[in-house]
């Protein structure tokens, strides 16, 4: 389903000015899409990409690496202020990495995976991360979507447009398993068994990162393609703002 919101129109509205730097965020749970079509977006109006989740995973990678217990609270915020994570925020190739090194394929691993959530949980982390990433919408040179969680709520509560990504565990665990390559009922059930367990770390926490803006859009994206996402996505923001030209990308 989705949620009434003034910004259903389909095209730009006519008395629109141009806008200074847009900020359009996807918040929801994992496998909803929004790694997918936030990188569609961005790239189909020309903006930056940040994946705020690969940041979490870096860090917990990193923390990981160096033998910090991320089930002591105490020890990962002494930690997390020693890692340098940076993310690129180029939508047609978005790089992560700690300490100079690429670390794209080795965060995406079940280790991290099953720690990310403690880590994240760490007020220091969430501190220094929502700085990284503010500081990344600052230096977008026309924009950024950004996806994660929280985003609407916490990082960018002045965004233009907030959207706000649901589907049922089952769908977003059939969705996972496509991903991996997982074809098995056993590998499809503990999938789906990690997901539940996320949501159950992320939703029972005193602030939850899966709250809902309440200005948000929200897109139930169980029964749509990744492409029926992208354009709804799109009509909503050509709804909100009139979207700038980056300039320096013209030949």
């Known amino acids: 389903m989705e949620t009434a919101d003034r910004s259903d129109a389909p095209a730009i509205a006519d008395d629109l000015a141009p806008a200074g730097p847009v900020v359009v965020v996807l918040d929801g749970p994992a496998g909803t899409g929004k790694s997918t079509v936030s990188r569609e977006i961005a790239a189909r109006l020309g903006l930056s990409f940040l994946d705020t989740g690969a940041m979490y995973r870096a860090m917990t990678y990193w923390l990981l690496e160096n033998g910090v217990d991320v089930e002591d609270a105490d020890a990962v915020a002494v930690a997390s202020g020693k890692p340098v994570v940076r993310s690129g925020t180029d939508a047609a190739g978005p790089t992560i990495t700690v300490d100079g090194v690429d670390v794209s ?42 996806e994660g969680r929280d985003l609407g709520t916490v990082v960018f509560p002045r965004a233009d447009l907030k959207v706000y990504l649901t589907a049922s565990a089952e769908i977003r665990a059939t969705r996972r398993a496509a ?64 979207v700038p030209v980056d300039r320096s990308r013209r030949s």
Do not use: N
Not at 185 to 210: F, N, V, Y
Not at 217 to 239: K, Y
């Open 105 to 146: 394929g080795p965060i995406r691993g079940p280790e991290v995976t099953a720690a990310v959530s403690a880590v994240s949980a760490v007020p220091e982390v969430r501190t220094r991360m929502v700085e990284l990433q503010r500081g990344s919408a600052a230096a977008a040179p026309v924009g950024i979507v950004a």
């Open 179 to 242: 991903q991996l390559g997982v074809t098995d009922a056993a590998g499809i059930t503990a999938i789906l068994l990690d997901i539940e367990r996320r949501d159950a770390a992320d939703s029972g926490r005193a602030t939850s990162p899966l709250a809902k803006a309440a200005d948000a859009v929200e897109v139930d994206t169980g029964e749509m393609t990744p492409e029926q996402v992208v354009d709804r996505i799109i009509a909503l923001v050509h709804g909100r703002v009139a």
